[in-house]
């Protein structure tokens, strides 16, 4: 579908309520319509969100992808929510990550390690990080929620901050959260145990964030408006 210079995908879905996302790396849009709107009322609806769809796509063209990352000293690198500047240290040995004073990143290797592997690398430290941290928090939240997932894990995720199977209930967290300041990562948490209590984003979901944490869309703006975010993270 095309609205002016814009192209977008479009895909009807048994969904109330029209939602456009704007995903990285490029600022592809994606428009999820419900099954019975008319195509003149989504174009309308789309031409609405303009300006905001043309704001997306500025600035992912303007922030640094994770895939032109070179992984060489001098490079900048976020762990929760802080850059770092990295050192790559060429050595015999294993490799490791290791966070060193107050703003270096000091990446160890074996001559030669190809790319993927220095990203693979990293990826394993971010997840040992982040995995630090979510069990640090889930106590905690756990016996506030008075809910307890059967499963949490991380991964790398292209569109969602965390997601949440209320049937079986297992709980995903992106990988990425480890770059941003840790307040993201304890609302994306408490969002998902939410939704053990209440499946969807409605009123009562609401309720329930407001009551158990009452900054959770300070918590949000912070986590969209730091580098690398989705326009869209989670519906
Ligand atoms: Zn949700």
Known sequence: MHVGSLEMHLNRKPIKNLHISVLPPDGKIRVSAPEKMTDNAIRMAVIKRIPWIKKQKEEFARQPRQSDRKFVSGENHY????????????????????????NKLKLYVNPGTKLKNKERVFNEFYRHELSNQINKLLTKWVKKIG??????????MKTKWGSCNTQDKRIWINLELAKKAPECTEY???????????????????????KFMPTWRERRELLNKSPLSFSDWHY
């Open 79 to 102: 762990l929760w929510g802080r850059r770092y500047r990295l050192e790559v240290i060429e050595r015999r040995g294993s490799h490791e990550v290791i966070v060193s004073g107050s």
């Open 147 to 156: 809910k307890t997932p059967d499963f949490i894990g991380i991964k790398k």
């Open 188 to 210: 994306i948490l408490v969002h998902e145990l939410v939704h053990l209590l209440e499946r969807k984003h409605n009123e009562n979901f609401m309720r329930y964030m407001d």
